[in-house]
């Protein structure tokens, strides 16, 4: 209880509490419009956050994140316009919903199942990283090492698309991260004599240029197409037969999305479609769903907020981003001074208590201020593209540059976002590269400095109880994909 005062203490300042609005607003806006995801957003808006406080910065962003999974689902449900892609399976019965004059009925439970989904996420959190940070203090350098190993190997199995594409992406990740001067012998790698990048690529450059820059050109080379909202919302108050189907399922999409979100290469996209596939498969009458079921908008909408909330702990705890969006908040960690991992809990208890108490002030924020504004949401969807994104990449630039003061980083972020998008095009996801490029650093510390203490010898690995477990795991799944039955097996379930 001592904890949770101490965050609410740090969180109810007026900045602090301005920031977490702003955050949520932002990211119900991210949501809201077409395009622009949460990762892109976060590349983005990270430099920006230089000269926030720390927790300030990490709250803001953390809020951008929980708030798209909530203004997501407003536009798939009243115009059929998914604004990211955890809320795509939240079209098919919110939607039809809407065309029921059911609107505000199915924005009801989407509304009541984020935040009771946020919440309970929350309280995972804070009851589950202490334990987790207590145990994961007994972790030396093997350990580490071989933690790193398999969760960048898990990301990449559970990771859609090739599995063999995610694997080579994420070694060229790694690569990238060793940029720069060896710590060790001061001796320069893959610099090619350049003074920039004696400190190696800097992270915020290379995430907006594979996620930002892309995601823009991608929107602008398309015709905008803009649905407009004719069907009238309806009560937001539902029926008790309809509180009678939907509270169950946000309790299953809740239990879901906590268990998935924790899940290296889990998170809300995840959780939202497990969570549709298992109401449809308990329902006593399965052909409901896809004519405006509500526990499809219940379950998955629950499912979404769990999983993005619930994918912080594998940061805060154990210093491993379990998806690319924490890669991004692990790097602005990072970037404001912070070693992520268990010594954040017990070093700096005011901002991880602090970014737990700001998720239930988030979440609360979102129910209060966004329902109230639907309307507003809609009527942004007008704005057209090519007026929004020149500003967009302009304050990018801006917030690039002020980082370090260097042209180097704004023509770095351009170079990465040119082959960004022949990514985009080549249809190759950069999420595993930037994971690598994350993790890549960390893993060559930590195998160092094992090999160092063990003179050299690399059964230390795989002799140590924890770090064997950890490498035989990760063997098991590298094995597993070269099944054919396990690869079709996880083909399917992917286009499932």
């Known amino acids: 209880m001592d904890n949770i005062l101490l965050?609410?203490?740090?969180?109810?300042?007026?900045?602090?509490?301005?920031?977490?609005?702003?955050?949520?607003l932002v990211g119900t806006l991210v949501g809201v419009l077409p395009g622009l995801g949460?990762?892109?957003?976060?590349?983005?808006?990270?430099?920006?956050?230089?000269?926030?406080?720390?927790?300030?910065?990490?709250?803001?962003?953390?809020?951008?994140?929980?708030?798209?999974?909530?203004?997501?689902?407003?536009?798939?449900?009243?115009?059929?316009?998914?604004?990211?892609?955890?809320s795509v399976v939240t079209c098919i019965d919110g939607h039809e919903m809407t065309k029921q004059g059911r609107a505000g009925e199915a924005l009801f439970m989407a509304a009541t199942g984020s935040f009771m989904a946020g919440c309970v996420?929350?309280?995972?959190?804070?009851?589950?990283?202490?334990?987790?940070?207590?145990?994961?203090?007994?972790f030396a350098s093997p350990e580490y090492t071989a933690l790193l190993i398999f969760g960048l190997i898990a990301a990449v199995v559970i990771a859609s698309g090739s599995a063999v594409e995610a694997l080579v992406l994420a070694l060229i990740g790694v690569l990238l991260g060793f940029v720069g001067t060896d710590i060790n012998s001061g001796a320069e790698r893959y610099t090619f004599g350049r003074l920039e990048l004696l400190d190696g690529l800097q992270f915020v450059p290379l995430a907006l240029g594979f996620f930002g820059i892309p995601e823009i050109i991608a929107n602008l080379e398309h015709p905008e197409q803009r649905k407009v909202l004719t069907a009238k919302?309806?009560?937001?108050?539902?029926?008790?037969?309809?509180?009678?189907?939907?509270?169950?399922?946000?309790?299953?999409?809740?239990?879901?999305?906590?268990?998935?979100?924790?899940?290296?290469?889990?998170?809300?996209?995840?959780?939202?479609?497990?969570?549709?596939?298992v109401e449809k498969r308990l329902a006593t009458d399965p052909s409901r769903f896809g004519k405006g079921a509500v526990e499809g908008v219940a379950g998955p909408e629950a499912a979404n907020n769990a999983g993005a909330q619930t994918s912080f702990i594998p940061l805060l705890t154990l210093g491993i981003p379990s998806n690319p969006v924490m890669a991004i908040m692990m790097g602005a960690m990072i970037l404001h001074g912070i070693q992520p991992g268990p010594q954040v809990i017990a070093k700096q208890p005011e901002l991880f208590w602090g970014l737990v108490a700001s998720m239930w002030m988030g979440n609360?924020?979102?129910?209060?201020?966004?329902?109230?504004?639907?309307?507003?949401?809609?009527?942004?969807?007008?704005?057209?593209?090519?007026?929004?994104?020149?500003?967009?990449?302009?304050?990018?630039?801006?917030?690039?540059?002020?980082?370090?003061?260097?042209?180097?980083?704004?023509?770095?972020?351009?170079?990465?976002?040119?082959?960004?998008?022949?990514?985009?095009?080549?249809?190759?996801?950069?999420?595993?590269?930037?994971?690598?490029?994350?993790?890549g650093p960390l893993l060559e510390e930590n195998m160092r400095r094992s090999l160092t203490v063990s003179r050299g010898d690399p059964t230390v690995f795989f002799t140590r109880p924890i770090s064997g477990v950890l490498m035989a795991g990760a063997i098991v799944l590298l094995l597993a994909l070269l099944l054919p039955a396990i690869r079709r097996g996880r083909e399917i379930a992917l286009k499932e």
Do not use: H
Request: proline letters at 7%; a positive charge.
């Open 121 to 138: 996420g929350t309280l995972v959190i804070a009851l589950a990283a202490p334990s987790i940070g207590a145990f994961a203090q007994q």
């Open 233 to 277: 919302l309806g009560s937001i108050w539902p029926r008790w037969p309809q509180i009678k189907a939907g509270l169950p399922a946000m309790i299953r999409g809740t239990g879901l999305g906590t268990m998935l979100g924790v899940l290296p290469g889990g998170g809300a996209l995840l959780s939202s479609f497990v969570s549709y596939s």
């Open 364 to 439: 609360l924020f979102l129910l209060v201020i966004n329902l109230p504004m639907i309307g507003l949401w809609v009527k942004l969807l007008s704005v057209p593209y090519r007026l929004l994104f020149p500003l967009i990449v302009a304050i990018a630039c801006i917030g690039i540059y002020s980082v370090n003061n260097s042209a180097f980083d704004v023509f770095t972020a351009m170079i990465f976002g040119a082959i960004g998008y022949v990514f985009y095009k080549l249809k190759l996801q950069p999420a595993p590269l930037l994971l690598g490029f994350i993790v």
């Open 38 to 86: 949460p990762l892109a957003t976060l590349a983005i808006l990270l430099p920006i956050t230089f000269g926030l406080e720390p927790l300030g910065a990490l709250v803001m962003l953390a809020g951008v994140y929980y708030g798209s999974q909530y203004g997501g689902s407003t536009t798939a449900i009243l115009v059929n316009l998914p604004g990211e892609s955890s």
């Open 7 to 24: 965050g609410f203490a740090q969180i109810l300042t007026l900045d602090n509490m301005g920031l977490c609005l702003a955050g949520a």
